[in-house]
T-cell receptor, first 115, second 110 residues
Framework: DVKVTQSSRYLVKRTGEKVFLECVQD?????MFWYRQDPGLGLRLIYF???????EKGDIPEGYSVSREKKERFSLILESASTNQTSMYLC??????????????FGPGTRLTVL | DAKTTQPPSMDCAEGRAANLPCNHS???????VYWYRQIHSQGPQYIIH???NNETNEMASLIITEDRKSSTLILPHATLRDTAVYYC???????????FGQGTELSVKP
């Protein structure tokens, strides 16, 4: 079974703090994604990565950065947390699409509250 | 990705089959039908996917009509733990973002 883990299930931070969200997958997947999920807005893609040290902006990258130093780990960084970044953050991974499968497997999510 | 339409909510009795419909009338020949579910406050969980043929795995069965304009996800013996929002997605296998629609909120009742 594919396992995607996230460093925290719940996190409370203060405005202006630097926040690190870690995601690790154990299936040697090339692709990794960070989404946020808010009521009424569905899933929105923040950043994704197709390979180590490679990153691409998603739909809402402002206020976030990412790091992928190892294939299994994809980190999301909130440089200076703000209250509008209070959300559920979801990490996902998938095999490269050239292998004709595009199933994304999700972690349990991190519910971040910024006060 | 093609637009999908699902009923907003459904009820099912525990132990009975849950049949969740999805319309995707504009689906193209190369788009797969994927199903995910999300239990409250958890990450989405992949269930099953298919292109043309019916598919079955340990979680569910997927029935795709011959014209591919609609499909049905079948949970053969629903349990209370199957209570979740179920999302049907039509997409190309090209590694891009997932777009969840509104989904169907399935309530399994004792």
């Amino acid at each position: 079974d594919v396992k995607v883990t996230q460093s925290s299930r719940y996190l409370v931070k203060r405005t202006g703090e630097k926040v690190f969200l870690e995601c690790v997958q154990d299936m040697d997947h090339e692709n990794m994604f960070w989404y946020r999920q808010d009521p009424g807005l569905g899933l929105r893609l923040i950043y994704f990565s197709y390979d180590v040290k490679m990153k691409e902006k998603g739909d809402i990258p402002e206020g976030y950065s990412v790091s992928r130093e190892k294939k299994e780990r994809f980190s999301l960084i909130l440089e200076s947390a703000s209250t509008n970044q209070t959300s559920m953050y979801l990490c996902a991974s998938s095999l490269a699409s050239i292998l004709r499968t595009d199933t994304q497997y999700f972690g349990p999510g991190t519910r971040l509250t910024v006060l | 990705d093609a637009k999908t339409t699902q009923p907003p909510s459904m009820d099912c009795a525990e132990g009975r089959a849950a049949n969740l419909p999805c319309n995707h009338s504009t689906i193209s020949g190369n788009e797969y039908v994927y199903w995910y579910r999300q239990i409250h406050s958890q990450g989405p969980q992949y269930i099953i996917h298919g292109l043309k043929n019916n598919e079955t795995n340990e979680m569910a069965s997927l029935i795709i009509t011959e014209d591919r304009k609609s499909s049905t996800l079948i949970l053969p013996h629903a349990t209370l733990r199957d209570t979740a929002v179920y999302y049907c997605i039509a997409r190309y296998n090209q590694g891009g973002k997932l777009i969840f629609g509104q989904g169907t909120e399935l309530s399994v009742k004792p």
